[in-house]
């Protein structure tokens, strides 16, 4: 029998349904079966408070519930929940969407989809408050990690907005296509992009103003709008 979890990220994170009884009906079980998880944005932020371990010990194959499973899996995998090598059914549960519209939620922070992120870095090259890092060749997981969540600027996702393959995540975003609530084609291929930015990445983000190259116009222009909002320093 799998271990039976409803994920919450947040006090913003709001279902429009019982998550628990529609989960127990699925599953066939009780209510109080199901195991509630909640504030994973938060749990994600401090691994070492032992949460999200400890929800994923003691069973070999898990159903897990939310709002939006996209959005969860990639804040558990923030947060050190091996999620690539668990057996795991992801169920999606209708939410509110004006919960999110209404206020941004706490925390605000980025987490990366690792089943579509090609390591490119042009997140890190974005971003004017160090959230990225570049990990080490020799890691267990070459490419880019999010090192200092906490950087980030409230409202700000910018850096999403500009991700060739719309590998981040921005749980308490409003926006379907940056909150993990829709799958979104990568725009570009990984091979594509590492030719465009050659030695100087700045350099072509800056050329994209006037130029329509490989990153949407209009994208980038609301990209940019975000990050002198939200900069408090521009």
Known sequence: MPKIILASMGSRDRLLVDGAAVLAARCGVSAEAVVRLDDVAEHALHPEDGVLAAC????????????????????????????DGLAIEWVALP???????????????????????????????????????????AAARPGV??????????????????????ALIFPFCAEAELNGE?????????????E????????????????????DRDKFEQAERDRVLYSGVL
């Open 145 to 166: 990690r999010v090192a200092a969540p906490l950087n980030c600027k409230t409202g700000c996702p910018a850096c999403a907005r500009l991700c060739p393959e719309a």
């Open 56 to 83: 994923f010990a003691g069973a070999s194959s898990f159903v897990v519930a939310g709002s939006r499973p996209r959005a969860v899996r990639a804040l558990l995998a923030f947060g050190g929940v091996p999620c």
């Open 95 to 137: 939410f509110d969407h004006e919960a999110l519209k209404r206020e941004y939620g706490v925390p605000w922070y980025p987490v990366i989809d690792r089943t579509r992120c090609s390591g490119c870095g042009t997140c890190r090259d974005y971003c004017l408050f160090s959230v990225y890092e570049q990990t080490p060749r």
């Open 196 to 215: 465009a930015l050659g030695d100087d990445p700045m350099r072509v983000l800056a050329e994209r103003r006037a130029k329509k190259r490989l990153i």
């Open 182 to 194: 829709i799958e979104v084609p990568a725009r570009r291929s990984p091979e594509a992009l590492a």
